[in-house]
Nanobody, 122 residues
Framework: QVQLVESGGGLVQAGGSLRLSCAAS????????MGWFRQAPGKEREFVVA????????YYADSVKGRFTISRDNAKNTVYLQMNSLKPDDTAVYYC???????????????WGQGTQVTVSS
């Protein structure tokens, strides 16, 4: 069992930055692919980014490449999402996700956080 708690969301102007954190419980954190999804009002939850268990590989949605950076600290059971050059289209609830298998499809994710709101004003 893995429990995930996000923090760091908020309101920011376009072009600004935010850093999200996701703290995980459970001694098996390091065995999961960790990632972030987001869901805007009226839209489906979409994949944003993921990172392998040893930080050797990361995977980004085209919409955030070059602007967002994911990292993890297995010693602290925490994954981070640094978001730069934010746009109004980035406005959504951001969810931390843990997966032992497929990490880009929401219905196949093993564990979810409760979500944190990110709002980017124009």
């Amino acid at each position: 069992q893995v429990q995930l708690v996000e923090s760091g969301g908020g309101l920011v102007q376009a072009g600004g930055s935010l850093r999200l954190s996701c703290a995980a419980s459970g001694r098996t954190f390091s065995t999961y692919v960790m990632g972030w999804f987001r869901q805007a009002p009226g839209k489906e939850r979409e994949f944003v980014v993921a990172i392998s268990w040893n930080s050797g590989n990361s995977y980004y949605a085209d919409s955030v490449k070059g602007r967002f950076t994911i990292s993890r600290d297995n010693a602290k059971n925490t994954v981070y999402l640094q978001m730069n050059s934010l746009k109004p289209d980035d406005t959504a609830v951001y969810y931390c996700a843990a997966s032992k298998g497929v990490y880009t499809i929401a219905r196949l994710i093993d564990y979810w956080g409760q979500g944190t709101q990110v709002t980017v004003s124009s």
